[in-house]
């Protein structure tokens, strides 16, 4: 989902083109070339769906519609108030689309009621069995019917929140639906935005959900409502740990007010609340043409990119599903971002514009107006080499499984430890001095954490460490990553925070990206993490308690990367209980944490085993 953080940053994005002149001579341009109806569009059940349509009046030609169904609302409203940019890029104004924009179902001025990611059913029996495949069904029809001058194809896209109402796009099957790009789709959202394999993001989703809360009855209004707003937060790290445990965010701040706050809070385990709403079920003889779009540094739905487009692909092996990861951080290849960097990490110069024009432009004026069209299945940029790669699959077959051991001594390589004793690393994990997510102080989840300098743990004794031998070759990892570790605890629970990182020599010079008073030389790059909040470790709907001191193995899922180590430079893994507080704390006892009382955290001893006998390593795939 896409979170306040990052929606604000979105929103100040697109009035930084506005106010670089791009914004201004489009709008100038909208309001000379195109007129606007607004429609209430009624749906089968008789609700009815607010919609913004922007129509070229170049009357000598037929144009195909592109269009947006998001919960964010569609402003600004009235027939002659125009938006000031239209479509994914400039490019689709200039070339002429019939421009649809839609409040989804009991958001701002459509009727209905809004369900958090509306649960997709199956089977339609009669018109009271609406979801968002209907509700697009429906809209289509109405469309092609209604507008004049329409070519009778019709595009979609959307990013984030938006992202997941394209996906479910694609459930309404119908025919007229030639092209669809699920852009950072929300997919399942336990695992993207609530949850990371358990683990509760609470920084993320603390501030969103006032923001975002919902009308508690069916009748349209310009505002979507809101809630209590949420305290101003400096220094994220102190408010949280002195706000202590989840439920005090009721007991101190909501008071039991906002709604989808307290779904999440009520189904911490992926119960059938959670699974009745993945979407990636659903995604089954799909024919329309897919372009799915993430960035390699997207903080909340790096997971519904890659699932979405995985699950496309196996599913629906006879159309074309194309995929695309660059190195952006949520929404960061739209409008006219440059996408050249993050924090401190320069990509060589801006890669926003190759995905803007000479893929996503092309893939929807090839399906929708018939032109030209060459582009892989795969295009996705290698970080660290900083540069793109297209395969015909993903992962690329050329990417072999191998074995990075955690090795005694904080070693870390490609061969598997020696026979010896059962040996291990150990630390204790303390509730009330958690490991922080980032360095500095944060008001918020920064987008750089996700490839921020690790440096600012070099004093954490909380932090397992292992690293290999500076490397004689580039080694480049493609896909998904899978730690598989030999754990112990001295507690009945206890999270797991695996990060991969790239250590760059002491020769490595500074870039234009570099920060004031940063040096690359020894910079600790976090390529990819992920947590396990181990009650999980076999199965997201069934949590169980440790025994406390037995060996237990634990394995999960990190997101896909495509990333070269580059010679000269070492592979670091390092292993943490907590990460805060961008997820909350592990009281380290077997309770229901989002109930969980301030007596209820305790220490705990973590224990990560190196031996022969327990081995710990990271599953990769090698280039």
């Known amino acids: 989902m896409k979170k306040l953080t990052l929606f604000i940053f979105l929103i100040t994005s697109i009035n930084a083109f506005a106010q670089r002149g791009g914004g201004g001579a489009d709008a100038a341009y909208i309001k000379e070339n195109y007129s606007k109806m607004e429609a209430m569009i009624p749906m089968r059940d008789g609700k009815k769906l607010m919609t913004e349509i922007y129509i070229p009046k170049d009357q000598s030609k037929k144009f195909p519609f592109m269009m947006d169904r998001t919960p964010y609302g569609v402003s600004p409203y009235g027939a002659d108030a125009y938006k000031t940019s239209m479509g994914p890029s400039p490019q689709f104004v200039h070339d002429g689309y019939i421009f649809v924009y839609q409040d989804v179902r009991g958001r701002y001025m459509s009727e209905g009621m809004f369900r958090e990611m509306t649960p997709e059913l199956e089977d339609h029996k009669t018109t009271k069995d609406v979801d968002e495949g209907t509700d697009t069904y429906d809209t289509i029809d109405w469309l092609l019917k209604n507008v004049p001058n329409n070519n009778g194809k019709v595009g979609v896209w959307g990013i984030s929140y938006p992202g997941f109402f394209t996906t479910t796009c694609l459930l309404s099957r119908h025919p007229a639906l030639a092209a669809a790009s699920p852009q950072a789709p929300m997919s399942d959202l336990w695992r993207d935005d609530g949850w990371h394999n358990g683990a509760f993001f609470v920084l993320a989703n603390f501030d969103f959900y006032p923001g975002f809360t919902n009308r508690q009855d069916d009748k349209p209004t310009k505002g979507g409502g809101r809630g209590p707003r949420g305290p101003q937060i400096t220094d994220a790290y102190d408010f949280f740990l002195k706000m202590g445990p989840v439920k005090n965010t009721n007991d101190k701040y909501y008071k039991d007010t906002i709604k989808l706050w307290n779904d999440m809070l009520n189904h911490p385990d992926f119960d059938e609340w959670w699974k009745s709403r993945n979407v990636l079920t659903h995604l089954h003889d799909i024919k329309t043409p897919t372009l799915v779009t993430g960035g390699w540094y997207d903080a909340e739905d790096l997971y519904g990119a890659i699932n979405t487009y995985k699950t496309l692909a196996k599913n629906n092996p006879k159309t074309p599903v194309y995929f695309v990861m660059g190195p952006w951080v949520h929404g960061g290849w739209s409008g006219t971002a440059p996408g050249d960097r993050l924090g401190d990490i320069y990509f060589g110069g801006p890669q926003g514009p190759h995905y803007r024009d000479d893929i996503e432009f092309k893939f929807f004026s090839h399906y929708l107006k018939g032109t030209p069209m060459n582009i892989e299945p795969i295009n996705v940029f290698q970080t660290g080499a900083n540069k793109w790669d297209s395969f015909k699959v993903w992962p690329p077959k050329e990417a072999k499984d191998e074995q990075l051991y955690l090795l005694p001594g904080g070693k870390l390589s490609f061969t598997a430890p020696a026979a010896g004793k059962d040996s291990y690393d150990e630390y204790v994990s303390d509730p009330t001095n958690p490991v922080p997510f980032n360095g500095g102080v944060n008001s918020g989840m920064t987008k750089t954490y996700m490839d ?137 006892k077997f309770v229901d944490i989002m109930k969980a009382k301030e007596s209820d955290f305790q220490k705990a001893t973590e224990r990560v085993y190196t031996s022969k006998e327990h081995p710990s390593f990271i599953k990769v795939r090698v280039m």
């Open 452 to 588: 921020g300098d690790q440096r600012f743990l070099a004093g954490r004794k909380d932090v397992l460490t292992y690293q290999t031998d500076v490397l004689d070759k580039d080694v480049t990892i493609a896909g998904n990553i899978w730690p598989k570790l030999n754990v112990s605890t001295t507690g009945t629970d206890a999270d797991w925070v695996v990060k991969i990182i790239d250590v760059y020599p002491d020769t490595a010079a500074n870039t234009i990206a570099t920060g004031t008073g940063i040096k690359m030389a020894g910079y600790q790059q976090m390529v990819r993490s992920e947590p396990l909040r181990g009650k999980y470790r076999n199965a997201f709907d069934k949590p169980e308690p440790f025994v406390p001191g037995k060996v237990t193995p634990v394995s999960w899922e990190l997101q896909d990367i495509l990333h070269t180590f580059k010679k000269g430079h070492r592979i670091m893994i390092q292993v943490q209980s907590s990460m805060f507080p961008l997820i909350d704390i592990n009281p380290q």
